[in-house]
T-cell receptor, first 111, second 112 residues
Framework: SQTIHQWPATLVQPVGSPLSLECTVE??????LYWYRQAAGRGLQLLFY??????ISSEVPQNLSASRPQDRQFILSSKKLLLSDSGFYLC??????????FGPGTRLTVT | GENVEQHPSTLSVQEGDSAVIKCTYS??????FPWYKQELGKRPQLIID?????GEKKDQRIAVTLNKTAKHFSLHITETQPEDSAVYFC???????????FGAGTRLTVKP
């Protein structure tokens, strides 16, 4: 069965510092992969999705970027973090057809 | 693109009562509608889903109904229990079938 891994689980970073969050998938090939952000007490905001290696669709460009260097690896990056980047970052992948399953998430606090 | 609206934003029921959460969507081409449950600090978990060729689906105490003509779908939880307390999200797949759009969420509280 498909498993989605994310790390780190929690992260505290100063404003202006870079960011790299990694998501890896096991148990399936060629999944669609997604990055969502959830502010405290709020809904899920789609940031990026990818249908294959090197293919990235951006919903919220801002100061974030995403890359998919391998079939089962999805990376979320920023060169300079803003306070507003704080939140719960969730990676999701499709298991079959449209069904999306989420990783455990990374809680990012920008200070 | 797809736009999903969810109501109510908060819902409080007594244990044993039923709870109903409603969502509307904008893209008539959407054909997959999942529901997720998110407990505090945890990841969203898929609890039930429905496809456009079906009007209703049931799994024990949980059911989902879909009205494609009106473009709305609903989550029904019967015989609610305190452990049903969580935030529930509806979602719909947009026209290109790659990006899923979520509703804003409903915080359900089941009082013992």
């Amino acid at each position: 069965s498909q498993t989605i891994h994310q790390w780190p689980a929690t992260l505290v970073q100063p404003v202006g510092s870079p960011l790299s969050l990694e998501c890896t998938v096991e148990g399936t090939s060629n999944p669609n992969l997604y990055w969502y952000r959830q502010a405290a007490g709020r809904g899920l905001q789609l940031l990026f999705y990818s249908v294959g290696i090197g293919q990235i669709s951006s919903e919220v460009p801002q100061n974030l970027s995403a890359s998919r260097p391998q079939d089962r690896q999805f990376i979320l990056s920023s060169k300079k973090l803003l306070l507003s980047d704080s939140g719960f970052y969730l990676c999701a992948g499709t298991r079959s057809s449209y069904e999306q399953y989420f990783g455990p998430g990374t809680r990012l606090t920008v200070t | 693109g797809e736009n999903v609206e969810q109501h109510p934003s908060t819902l409080s029921v007594q244990e044993g009562d039923s709870a109903v959460i409603k969502c509307t969507y904008s893209d008539s081409a959407s054909n997959y509608f999942p529901w997720y449950k998110q407990e505090l600090g945890k990841r969203p978990q898929l609890i039930i889903d429905i496809r456009s060729n079906v009007g209703e689906k049931k799994d024990q105490r949980i059911a989902v109904t879909l009205n494609k003509t009106a473009k709305h779908f609903s989550l029904h939880i019967t015989e609610t229990q305190p452990e049903d307390s969580a935030v529930y999200f509806c979602a719909a797949i947009g026209y290109n079938n790659n990006d899923m759009r979520f509703g804003a969420g409903t915080r359900l509280t089941v009082k013992p």
